[in-house]
């Protein structure tokens, strides 16, 4: 279960300090999915890399299963079972698929186990495990090959910063089965996502709406849903993926 304890985040801005995230507590508990949304610059992903470590929040306490975990770095709290996941996936010249799925699983995985990460998320093995993860690959792949690290590194907590971004209508679909098989309550794992996307706030169990630093609703799906539904932070897929072709 993951607990935020009155989390407020300053960072330096144009005549001082400017609060982006404003005394936010909430508990997120075991094996669900969780979807942020709301308006842009209300703080999601700033929020999301407080959680993950990447930035450090100015005051308040997070807690990791009962843990407290607030002035744990990103990698103390890796060890602990929480993976992040950027809009842009990083590319590594040399570095093949099978390298970076033995990275994040922290050991020497055998391929036929890098191979059904890849299944997972939809790619076929024979011809990405030897690929390398550079510009050669399209957004939607490396999308999903960063996914495919999430799943070998068997997160308990896994964070989805707007994973929609830059790809196109068809990878976004299989997107969406991806996290529909993520559900799997026998996976012991929570899924955080960002996101705008209609279609990703329709499988949530909870959705949280953040707008300029603060929580303004939180509940579950089919209670918060109906209420945001049109608004200018919840859209269709169709208005908002890049239509740019997978390669």
């Known amino acids: 279960m993951l607990e935020l304890k009155n989390i407020s985040f300053r960072a330096e801005g144009e005549g001082g300090h400017v609060e982006i995230i404003k005394d936010i507590s909430l508990t997120i508990p ?60 990083v590319k590594f010249k040399g570095l093949t698929v099978l390298d970076l799925l033995r990275i994040a699983a922290g050991k020497p995985i055998k391929i036929a186990e890098a191979c059904e990460y890849l299944s ?43 994973p929609e971004a830059g790809i196109d209508l068809w990878s976004f679909t299989n997107l969406v089965r991806i996290f529909e098989n993520m559900r799997d309550p026998d996976k012991n794992r929570t899924v955080v996502v960002i996101s705008h996307q209609e279609r990703i706030l329709e499988i949530a169990d909870e959705i949280i709406v953040l707008a300029d630093g603060k929580i303004s609703r939180q509940g579950p799906k089919d209670e918060i849903l109906p209420e945001i539904i049109g608004t200018k932070y919840a859209q269709t897929a169709c208005r908002k993926i890049d239509t740019e072709g997978e390669k």
């Open 120 to 162: 997972e998320v939809g790619l076929c093995a024979k011809d990405y495990i030897s690929r390398e993860v550079n510009a050669s690959l399209s957004g939607g792949e490396l999308k999903r090959i960063e996914i495919a690290t999430v799943l070998a590194r068997n997160v308990k907590l896994a964070l989805f910063d707007e």
């Open 30 to 89: 075991d094996n669900r999915f969780v979807v942020i949304t709301g308006p842009n610059g209300g703080g999601k992903s700033t929020l999301a890399k407080v959680i993950a470590g990447i930035e450090k929040n100015s005051s308040g306490q997070i807690i990791l299963d009962g843990e407290d975990i607030t002035d744990k770095n990103i990698t103390e709290r890796a060890r602990l079972g929480i993976g992040f996941a950027f809009q842009q996936p």
